[in-house]
């Protein structure tokens, strides 16, 4: 009998042991914050799970099984499963594993994170290592005959459990960046006009991200300040007249120098719903060559696309054109409804070959505008790393092909993949002159952002060719600074010109530019003496204007209209009481993007600078954004000339 009841007895807490269950929870690091990409792994499994944006997870497992929390920088936590909700405080950790990989196996040292570099020693591993892991890179040193190479990699990812990195690195590769020339302050007496188009594009942003979280070198000329913060958020009123945009102005102290001011002027576009935004012609042009081999190229690629697909409805169709040494289309134009037969055509690609970009860019706009529809949402969606190397492949070619094309009504979108040979400058070049928008995708998060999160306002254009003119009032302003946009300026002459092109609005996008402002009376050593203009008519009542900061003008053409309409609203010489949260935040990516340039205009601020002034405008903070932003502020070394 005792037999029996022991027997029922186990057998019932085994019972217990083995229930499913959902667990889910946040995880945070050593200060509070959100921690996003953390990896929740079963031990013993290959099922895992990542955190979103705000540190969150979900994973069904048992009671009993252990989880398995890693992240770069942390100590690794192993925790039981004993309910249903499991917050975790990750601690940081002041030591790495090395990473050995010799013929009988793998061999794990500790070293400081400060210096941490893993050798691999092994007879062509590089060629199975390259491109298993996003941030991984892999440098062969020579080796005698007969005996094992040895392999850097650097980088954040893991490898049979841990990756050690070095940080800073040297930025060895083939990426290439437009070179920026920083805006410099300019006199209202003598250039009173600043003109400028916008830029919706964000791809600075994530791509700064990828940089930093896997410890190497950021070239200055792939910060784009103002790419930087139009990756975020912001709290701005909708247009409520007949206007698809509206403009929002601030004015505030320079949190990096209390002698100027701060002007933030916003865009906010219309907010469409799903439902309501037109039948979309989408064309996929996706590259297969063989430098999208890698897991963060064709691979992530193919997931983030699913993405879209998963949102298309009935009324919409896409086809997908492919390129590598010639291009293809490997499927017709097909409703969004037959979601199982677009999936399994993405499935279905492979890497190989050369990279015929130009031949592919043919293709597919020759596929969208056959399948042309009026008054539709007709776009070319081009997803590749930029490395064109067969047909036409010089920028000047790729100009004039993109300018011809986009005379055809359809907009390209352009994804960036990959790094190594991150094609930045090309890229940015074929989204400006294709009248649409560019984005590197580093992670499913971000293409979960683009197309989950964001899809009418990424493939939705409202308003295009959108032009500002900012004329300061010399009688307040001393001298004034763009800070960013160094790519978007126009000449003041071609803000009245409808047939120079300019940026596009898509649906609920916003758009945010910061002027750094002396004010008149204000001794400064950033403007230089010059002689007082002897022509210049002064004829202009001082006293009527004399709290008119500036005056800022808008133009936008409706997307099927060759005709500009003009927006002007004035702002006053008033400086906000209280600074908004967005004012606060937008000024931190600002001045973060400055000092990684290394910019002279920074007043000699800290990266604790950033930090504070990112809290103070973190806000609502919903979808984890601003944290995450911090986190990478926090984790990024001190910026030296």
């Known amino acids: 009998m005792k037999k029996l009841l022991t027997l029922c007895l186990f057998l019932v807490i085994n019972q217990a042991w083995a229930q499913k269950i959902e667990v889910s929870g946040q995880v945070t690091d050593d200060s509070g914050l959100p921690l996003p990409g953390t990896s929740i792994l079963i031990k013993g499994t290959t099922k895992g799970v990542t955190t979103d944006f705000d540190g969150k997870y979900k994973i069904q497992t048992n009671v009993g099984a252990i989880l398995v929390f890693s992240y770069v920088g942390f100590s690794t936590q192993d925790i039981v499963v004993t309910q249903a909700t499991m917050n975790v405080q990750m601690k940081g950790d002041t030591t790495l594993d090395e990473v050995v990989v010799v013929a009988q196996g793998i061999k794990k040292e500790k070293m400081a994170v400060a210096s941490a570099v893993a050798v691999v020693e092994s007879r062509n ?39 050690s990195y070095q940080n800073p690195l040297p930025q060895v590769s083939n990426e290439s960046y437009k070179e920026i020339n920083e805006n410099i302050f300019k006199r209202a007496t003598l250039t009173p006009l600043s003109t400028f188009s916008i830029d919706v594009d964000k791809a600075s942003y994530s791509n700064v991200r990828r940089m930093i979280n896997n410890g190497t070198t950021i070239p200055a000329d792939a910060v784009k300040i103002e790419e930087m913060i139009n990756y975020f958020e912001y709290d701005y009123k909708q247009p409520k007249g007949r206007h698809p945009l509206v403009v929002h102005t601030e004015v505030g102290v320079t949190p990096w120098n209390k002698d100027t001011k701060l002007l933030k002027i916003a865009l906010k576009g219309k907010e469409i719903p799903l439902e309501k935004i037109p039948p979309s012609n989408f064309t996929f042009l996706i590259d297969v060559s063989g430098s999208m081999s890698s897991q963060n190229k064709l691979p992530l690629l193919k997931k983030a696309f699913k993405l879209m697909v998963d949102k298309m409805r009935k009324e919409d169709k896409v ?43 043919e293709l597919a706009y020759k596929i969208a505008t056959d399948n042309f529809i009026k008054k539709g949402n007709n776009r070319v969606i081009m997803a590749t790393d930029g490395d064109f190397n067969v047909g036409q492949t010089s920028r000047d070619a790729m100009e004039t092909l993109i300018e011809k094309k986009r005379e055809t009504g359809v907009y390209l979108s352009v994804l960036g993949f990959g790094m190594g040979n991150y094609q930045d400058d090309r890229l940015e070049l074929l989204a400006d ?44 302003v001393q001298g004034y600074r763009l800070i960013g946009y160094e790519n978007r300026l126009l000449n003041d002459e071609d803000f009245k010109d409808d047939k120079k092109d300019a940026g596009e609005l898509g649906a609920g996008h916003t758009v945010t530019a910061l002027y750094e402002i002396i004010p008149v009376g204000v001794k400064t050593d950033y403007l230089k003496d010059v002689d007082d203009l002897k022509y210049t008519t002064k004829n202009v009542d001082k006293k009527s204007y004399s709290n008119e900061l500036l005056t800022v003008k808008i133009r936008y053409k409706k997307p099927n209209k060759k005709r500009s309409i003009q927006l002007k609203t004035v702002v006053e010489n008033e400086v906000a009481k209280n600074a908004s949260t967005d004012f606060n935040f937008t000024a931190a990516v600002a001045l973060f993007g400055m000092q990684l340039r290394n910019s002279e205009f920074h007043n000699n601020s800290k990266i604790e600078d950033v930090v504070a002034l990112a809290e103070l405008g973190r806000g609502n903070d919903k979808n984890g954004y601003r944290a995450e932003f911090i986190r990478l502020v926090k984790a990024t070394p001190t910026p030296t000339k």
């Open 125 to 163: 591993i590089n060629q199975v290592l390259q491109g298993t892991a996003a941030g991984v890179s892999v440098n062969t040193g020579s080796g005698q005959p007969g005996q094992s190479s040895k392999i850097i990699i650097r980088g954040r990812a893991s490898l049979s459990g841990n990756m």
């Open 319 to 361: 086809a997908i054109v492919v390129y590598a040494g010639a291009a293809g289309l490997v499927l017709e134009p097909t409703s969004g409804d037959e979601k199982e037969k677009i999936i399994n055509a993405l499935n279905n690609l492979t890497s190989g070959g050369s990279t015929a970009g130009g031949a592919g860019i």
């Open 433 to 476: 002159k294709g009248n649409g928008n560019h984005a590197y995708v580093d992670t499913m998060q971000e293409a979960y952002k683009i197309f989950g999160k964001e899809f009418g306002g990424t493939l939705y254009t409202i308003a295009k060719d959108v032009k500002l003119q900012l004329e300061f009032n010399p009688n307040t």
